[in-house]
């Protein structure tokens, strides 16, 4: 976890000027700017701390090892359908909820029907079990 920390950690001191920067550029005059850019930093500092705290407890990651090699984190990672049309389809139908939005109620909840039927028939896609489609 030690690339995520210093992301993080990087982010928290890029933030720190920025915050300086924006509030000469107001004049300090715009306290919610201001406010919103040092909570962006409070919160990579957060989440750059909770990671370095969490990564000393745990063991080196194959990706942490500056002389490791690819063969050193081969493994299982986890079933993926190979093809899929059903992401398509649940697009489609959250742009038409989307447009719903804009044109009329009525078009939302065509849409919603739509977008219901595709995350049903993404979630028991590979489903192979008592219930499958």
Do not use: Q
Request: glycine share 10%; net charge negative.
């Amino acid at each position: 976890m030690r690339v995520e920390t210093k992301l993080f950690l990087y982010l928290f001191v890029f933030f720190i000027p920025v915050v300086l920067i924006y509030g000469f550029w107001s004049k300090w005059e715009e306290p919610i700017g201001v406010t919103a850019l040092i909570l962006t930093a409070l919160l990579f500092a957060l989440s750059g701390f909770y990671l370095y705290m969490t990564g000393k407890k745990l063991p080196l990651r194959p990706e942490d090892n500056a002389a490791g090699e690819i063969e050193d984190a081969e493994g299982n990672y986890g079933y993926f359908v190979a093809s899929s049309w059903t992401p398509l389809w649940l697009a489609g139908s959250a742009a038409v909820m989307f447009a719903g939005l804009a044109i009329g109620w009525w078009l939302f909840i065509i849409g919603a029907v739509f977008a219901i039927v595709a995350v049903c028939l993404w979630v028991f896609e590979s489903f192979s079990g008592e219930y499958s489609i």
